[in-house]
């Protein structure tokens, strides 16, 4: 059995501050992935890409998605790099598009500031940073957003991470890095109630650093705020399962409920119908108080 505060009601009472949008966490939300990059396959150039992207994310949102991650630039190993001017193209007229029309919260994953403040004029409510607001001036764009943050673990840098990554104790480390980068940003003028903090599974760390973390994820407690957790298809499912990335939907499953009955209140998927009805069934227990 897990020890500690797993499965009691520990998200009660956090809400979220989107750039004035209140989110609500007492029930755990699903963030659904939404990937803007051109469809090299096609002679459509961004328009297509911008189509499909808007398809994908109105789907995601029927499904129960209550937050939509708009990213422009891949962080996976050996993906190419865009220039800030590509990104921000890529991303703002699919976030004022959705902004416009769909009643979600519409995160940006970037890690630029120029990409941060061009979403958020476009209306985003969120920015998902996966180096915790580390590059020059990140910080302050975000703090003059007025949008919420998630703050994410990363050890190293995407192109060399998977490198042979060390710690010496993993959760303690993780811990201690995401602390530090929470007092930054309230010294900063970023206030607690727009903070989520993110072991970033996968982001410099091995299959056992991803178990251990995962195991226990319900010390990240210790920071009072709202936890949200990325496993989907990731390759610690992978390599337990011994699947290809097309068919890591149970085990993904399987990581999303491990996260929420130790109090997790974001999880971030690809695949959001089936994660929804998964955080149903959890919160129907944890709530329920049975
Ligand atoms: C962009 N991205 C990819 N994986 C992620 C994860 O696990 N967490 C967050 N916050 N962002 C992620």
Known sequence: ?????????????????????????AMPRVMGILNVTPDSFSDGGNFLAVDNALAHARRMVADGASIVDVGGESTRPGAASVSIAEEIGRVVPVIETLCAELPVIIS???SRPDVM???????????????????????????????AV???????????????PQYGDVVGDVLAFLKHRVAVC?????????????????????????LQLLKRLELFHELQLPILVGMSRKSMIGSVLDKEVGDRLVGGIACAVLALWQGASVIRTHDVRETVEAVRMCHAVVAGGF
């Open 108 to 110: 940006v994953d970037t």
């Open 186 to 210: 309230v010294d900063a003028g970023i206030a607690r109630d727009r903070l989520v903090i993110d072991p970033g599974f996968g982001f410099g760390k091995t299959l056992a650093h991803n």
């Open 117 to 147: 403040a061009a979403a958020v004029a476009a209306g985003a409510g969120m920015i998902n940073d996966v180096r915790a607001l580390q590059n020059d001036d990140a910080l302050a764009a975000a703090a003059d957003s007025g949008a």
């Open 1 to 25: 059995m897990l020890a500690g505060t797993a499965g009691s009601a520990v998200n009660s009472g956090k809400v979220l501050d989107c750039a004035g949008r209140k989110l609500d966490l």
């Open 150 to 164: 998630c703050l994410m673990h990363m050890q190293g840098d995407p192109r060399t991470m998977q490198n042979d």
